[in-house]
Every structure is written in C-alpha cells, then in structure tokens.
C-alpha cells in the first residue's frame, strides 16, 4: 500500500471560503502531482513538483497555487473557493527516474456550494 | 504531440467473461507503458508496467501486451469478477528530462452478474 496521504478526504464549503487540501508521503520521492478529475472523467495535472521550492502549473489551468517548502509535503490552496472548483483532486509522487510508477493518494472530493 | 488513445470508453460485460481494452500512444521517445486501475472514488493503482522491449507480462488475471513498432499495448481480462469493475488508466512515461507522462482518458468496465 502506498505510504501517501491526503486530508481531508471530503470537504463541503461556501463560495469564497479560503481552501487547503493536504497531501504528505513517506516514501521519500522527489516528484510530487496535483491532478483533477470530475466524476467519470479523465484526470487533469494542475500542478506538479520535482523537489524542494521547486513549483511549475500543469496541462490544466487552475486557480489554486501550491508550495513545496518539504520533500514529504504538497499542500495545495484556493484562496477563494466557486462552485466550478467543485471537483475530486487526487496527489500523486514517484521517484526521480527509476519505473516512474506513481502512487495516489486516496483523494479529496471538494463540493463547493 | 505526445497523446495517448484508449478504446473503448466504456464497456459492459458479463462476470467471468473476459474482455480486451486498448491503448494507442504517439509519445515519443518512449520509456514505459503502465496499466493502472482506478475503482471508483479512489486513487488509481498500478497494474502492470511494459517496457520497450517486452511484448507480454501478467498480473494474475490480468495480461498486458505492447508492440513497440505499431505502438500500441491491450490489457487482456480473464474470467472476469465483479471486483473488476473500475476505470483502467493507460499511462506512457517518455525518455526525456522530466519523463513526461501522458495520460489515456481510461476505460470504465462495468462487470455485471
């Protein structure tokens, strides 16, 4: 089992509410992803990391940001949530180089009302 | 552009059946080909990785091929469960600087008794 974990796992919020989603992994990889995705739909990388202060944006543009202050953690935030944030966004990591398998997290399914 | 094809988008069968799903990829220079399997709600896992020069590997029940040359790779299901239901997730890693993944946009399997 993968040693990756996301907090909290379901979160319910107002319109303009100021959003953390966490994610931590114990497993020592230096590659981090934030990917979203919509109930029976494709996943969207949003942002991804390849190390400490190290921060780039993905292939879907995304209004939250993220930081990457320690290897073990990913946080990502949205300053002021919308019902179009309303989405499940899963992190990821994997090792530089190596197989490049990835381990996920188990999600964090937000609904913003 | 580095895509990934998947077919079908989903899928109907019946338990103990056994099904093929498919993945067309164009990226390029490539590294590695991973099957993952998501059950809903939950993160994806994966199955099986194939490598540029292996043709066939097996997990258990579930078989996975690749041809390089046509660049293309099936997942082979056999005897089909009720467990098997979930989305399966085709994932090219390329042989470049940051091994760069692309995602399939997967196919449901519903496995009906």
């Known amino acids: 089992e993968a040693d990756i974990y996301q907090t909290p796992r379901y979160l319910v919020i107002g319109t303009g509410k100021k959003i953390t989603l966490e994610c931590s992994q114990t497993m020592g990889h230096d590659k981090m992803y934030w990917y979203q995705q919509d109930p029976g739909m494709e996943l969207h990388l949003i942002h991804y990391s390849y190390g400490v202060n190290s921060t780039e944006k993905g292939d879907l543009s995304s209004e939250s940001t993220v930081s990457r202050i320690r290897t073990e953690h990913f946080p990502l935030t949205l300053e002021s949530a919308r019902p179009s944030h309303t989405s499940q966004y899963l992190c990821a990591s994997r090792l530089q180089g190596g197989t490049g398998e990835l381990f996920f997290g188990e999600g964090s399914r937000l609904t913003v009302l | 552009k580095n895509q990934v094809e998947q077919s079908p988008q989903s899928l109907i069968i019946l338990e103990g059946k056994n099904c093929t799903l498919q993945?067309?990829?164009?990226?390029?220079?490539?590294?590695?080909l991973r099957w993952y399997k998501q059950d809903t709600g939950r993160g994806p896992v994966s199955l099986t990785i194939?490598?540029?020069?292996?043709n066939t590997k097996s997990n258990g029940r579930y078989t996975a091929t690749l041809d390089a040359d046509t660049k293309q790779s099936s997942l082979h299901i056999t005897a089909s469960q009720l467990s098997d239901s979930a989305s399966y997730i085709c994932v090219v890693s390329a042989k470049n600087a940051g091994n760069m993944l692309t995602f399939g946009g997967g196919t449901r399997l519903m496995v009906k008794p």
């Open positions: 993945c067309n990829y164009t990226v390029s220079p490539f590294s590695n």
């Open positions: 194939m490598t540029f020069s292996e």
